[in-house]
């Protein structure tokens, strides 16, 4: 069974992507953090656009629980194939950095940074195996532009895409691809405190994005087609930047 890990499935972005996979054939496996009845909501949606799957609760920024949880899961499903993984879990912790205390600082890298190596390392070994993989990152255009506020966010978004283009090159031989997408502002969680009409002039589009939105980029570039596109990253943000 070809099976789609979507880290941070539970809302926003991660659960759009979830749907989309779902639509594209795909078994998911949708983790989250803390919200379990998110996670289940997500799960409901995969199976009624046609799927399955199940949720996995664990901490991505956390070593232990990467290994525990979901290397027992690889372990215990041989007949699940890991072909397509989603590094979309994230946090922010928006302040100036002459303001930013250390856990501000730790917080944001090891859950976005260290997540996507924790669990990038977990399932790229099984993909390495098969010879085949998608890996897609959600960074942000933070990430690309830096963005005030957000040095800790933007120099983990940033190190997620310069890590995206490294290991790009490492696996490409054995078909995989390894792609970031970076999205400018979508409703979500995340931005729900962000007053949209504040902000939607500078907007080419005029609008924020929509989840669903960025995981069509996702969606794209985890089809078997998308095979010779690696080591990009596409933004998703209206026309914001260039
Ligand atoms: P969101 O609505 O706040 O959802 C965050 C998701 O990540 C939730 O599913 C949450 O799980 C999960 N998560 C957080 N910390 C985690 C951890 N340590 N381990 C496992 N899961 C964790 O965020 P979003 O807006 O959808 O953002 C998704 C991704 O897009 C993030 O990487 C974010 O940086 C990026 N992004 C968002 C925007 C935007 O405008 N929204 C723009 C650019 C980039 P629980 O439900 O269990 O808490």
């Not at 979507?6 to 659960?15: E, F, H, K, L, N």
């Not at 993984?85 to 303001?99: C, H, P, Q």
């Not at 897609?136 to 995206?164: D, R, W």
């Not at 502002?185 to 949209?196: L, V």
């Amino acid at each position: 069974m070809k099976c789609a890990l979507v880290t941070g499935g539970s809302r926003g972005i991660g659960r759009a992507v979830c749907i989309r996979l779902a639509q594209q054939g795909y078994y998911v496996l949708i983790n989250y953090k803390g919200n379990e009845e998110a996670a289940a909501a997500t799960l409901a949606a995969v199976q009624e656009a046609g799927s399955a799957g199940e949720v996995l609760g664990f901490d991505v920024a956390n070593k232990e629980q990467v290994e525990t949880v979901l290397g027992g899961w690889i372990e215990r499903n041989e007949d699940k194939i890991l072909e397509v993984l989603v590094n979309n879990a994230g946090i922010k912790d928006d302040v100036l950095l002459m303001w930013m205390k250390d856990e501000q600082w730790n917080n944001v890298l090891n859950t976005n940074l260290g997540g996507f190596f924790f669990v990038t390392r977990l399932v790229v070994n099984s993909m390495l195996r098969r010879r085949y993989g998608r890996i897609i990152n959600v960074v942000s255009l933070s990430g690309l532009k830096g963005m005030p506020g957000q040095t800790n966010y933007s120099a983990a978004k940033g190190g997620i895409i310069a890590a995206t283009k490294a290991l790009a090159q490492e696996v490409g031989k054995r078909n995989i691809t390894v792609n970031a997408v970076a999205p400018g502002f979508i409703k979500t969680d995340m931005t729900a405190e962000i007053d949209e009409n504040q902000f939607k002039a500078l907007i080419p589009a005029n609008r924020f994005g929509t989840p669903e939105e960025v995981a069509h980029a996702v969606g794209f570039l985890a089809t078997p087609e998308a095979s010779y596109i690696t080591g990009h990253v596409l933004s998703v943000n209206g026309g914001l930047y260039t």
